[in-house]
């Protein structure tokens, strides 16, 4: 099962005292998004008499982390006064199913943006049902013309990938050099990995795309100013592998036996008590990435509300 809510912010708040000045402290940067978006999304509507923003979502089935996620959604989306509307469809649901409910939402005109809960059941292609959303309405940036723009030159796409833009917003957030810093990403996913690398690549990092076919992953880690790993293996980079002064961003969120194998809980896909002596700024896991993803999430549906209203 997957630790209480309660219980990671017990551990949210045990690192924030045993680490204050190397914290990436996602949950408190993104509470300040959120207030932010929740300040201009009144000032708008009061300015234009518009309607709220309205988030759309799709989900097949009931797996247990899918409700957590949209469950996370919902709660963001009422804190800053986003309407969330849901198409929840059953297991078995045909994948014609899928795209009518896409295609319903691309054509409301109420619906600023639209995200598919993945994953999808194995009889779905993942693949047909993104490139259904349009890129206008985007808001998880996950359409090929969207990550068609983000990867080239010159080129600006209506909306970069929610975790992808978490883990470069913390950097900012922190003041992190980027330029001519070298980084290295560990998973090459369309959701995390690719884009991550895009957006560093675009900050005038350089960067180094590391997978599972990458021969000597501990050498290339250990030459990285930057770590964004995004993998979903618990603990795999280990602690000596960082450079000491390096910066650490840990995108994956596991559950796994603790030390002793007595109980189950939350880790990233670094072995964070170890990484933390030689890192010079790290996520926590939870409270880093995860908040800092729904708020881009939330971002990005604000920013295609006001596209949409011409703002």
Known sequence: ???????????LRRLRKMYPSKLLDGEKFSASIRESLKSE?????????????????????????????????KTACEKIGIDIQGYELEVGSSQESVIEAIETCNNEASVSGIIVQLPMPEDIDEVKVLETVSPEKDV??????????????NRQPLFEPCTALACLEILYDYNVPLVGSKSVVIGRSNLVGLPACY???????????????????????????IVVAAVGVPKMI????IKPGAVVIDVGINVADDSEGKARQLCGDVDFEEAVKNASLITPVPGG???????????????????????
């Not at 998880?140 to 030159?153: C, F, Q, R, S």
């Not at 990435?289 to 703002?311: D, F």
Request: overall charge positive.
């Open 289 to 311: 990435v995860g908040p800092m993803t729904v708020a881009m999430l939330m971002k990005n549906t604000v920013k295609a509300w006001k596209r949409q209203n011409k703002l």
């Open 1 to 11: 099962s997957i630790p209480s809510r309660s219980f990671a912010c017990r551990s």
């Open 140 to 153: 998880d940036g996950l359409h090929p013309i969207n990550m068609g723009k983000l990867a080239m030159k």
């Open 41 to 73: 999304i009144t000032q708008l509507r009061e300015q234009h008499q518009l309607a709220a923003p309205k988030l759309a979502y799709v989900v097949v089935g009931h797996r247990s982390d899918s409700e957590i996620y949209i469950k996370h959604k």
């Open 238 to 241: 280990k602690g000596s592998w």
């Open 199 to 225: 957006l560093l690549h675009k900050e005038d990092s350089t960067v180094t795309l590391c997978h599972s076919k990458t021969q000597n992953l501990e050498d290339e880690v250990k030459q990285a100013d």
